[in-house]
């Protein structure tokens, strides 16, 4: 029974990612959406993904066509997502257990029973954590109760270097000839920028700052056309994520970094590429300084 209300609640999460998607890429109605490639955006098989297709489609937010598949339903701004579950009172522990993770204290295979008992949990609102944590990149189940969890980026030298490494691909990204400036997404990128620097950054936990900042770092390079530069971010920051939760201590000094993501932003929508990738690299430059000196 416990594993088919898990089976119940990844499909439920993904339907709400599903519908997310839609909106902040702002699908046309009758866009098709693949179960393979919503599989590989949402790191998953597709089985949970054609059940949550399923459930969309009985919420009436897609349709099913026999000859393509499954059709956005709604337009973009109309689509809304299903109610998520409170997890607000999970954050602590979340966090906790990433930095357990991060710090060695937790076995890299460990049993569902061991980690109850270490973190007093009962065993629903452990799942519910450790579903996120393989959402997330960092944690996989293994048969029967047991998780594993996966290699991140533990040491300050590991960390520095995976700057160094970002310093090296993404400024080439917005250089590549394939490079296509996507409007309304660098829009709606400056805008989700500007509301953090308006306030909502003071209010947002480190989960959520770190998925916004990837997510523009990411949206810059997928410009480029470039698969192997897309590829390359993408890993990086889900190695490096957990680490970035311990570095998001001075907001101001954050949200600083956000008003350049605004400035950058408004650069490239000038059409000023060679600027663009110069204070890009400048950006990146700084924020390794500043997150490898901190402790």
Known sequence: MASRREASGLVEQLA???VEHVRTERLAPRTRLTERALAE???VSRSPIRAALKLLKKRRLIRRERDNGYLTALAAGRARTPPAPIIGKD?????KIAE???????????????LMRTYRLPRGALVRI??????EGWAERLPGHGWTFLPVLTSPEAYAQSYRFRILIEPTGILEPTFRIERDVLLRCRKEQQSLVDGEGLRLPPAALFAIGSRFHETLIRCSGNPFLIDALERIN??????????????ARWLSRCREHVEL??????????????????HLEAGSKDKTASP
Do not use: C, M, W
Not at 272 to 279: K, V
């Open 130 to 135: 450790l579903r996120r944590a393989a959402e």
């Open 265 to 282: 932003v408004d650069i490239l929508l000038e059409g000023d590429r060679a600027t663009a990738a110069a204070f890009l690299r400048r």
């Open 238 to 251: 889900r190695v490096r994520r957990l680490i970035e939760y311990r570095k998001i201590v001075d907001r």
């Open 41 to 43: 955006r949402f790191n």
């Open 100 to 114: 357990d993770h991060v710090s060695g204290r937790i076995p890299g295979k460990v049993t569902e029973n061991a």
């Open 16 to 18: 709400r990612q599903i």
């Open 91 to 95: 954050e602590a522990l979340y966090l």
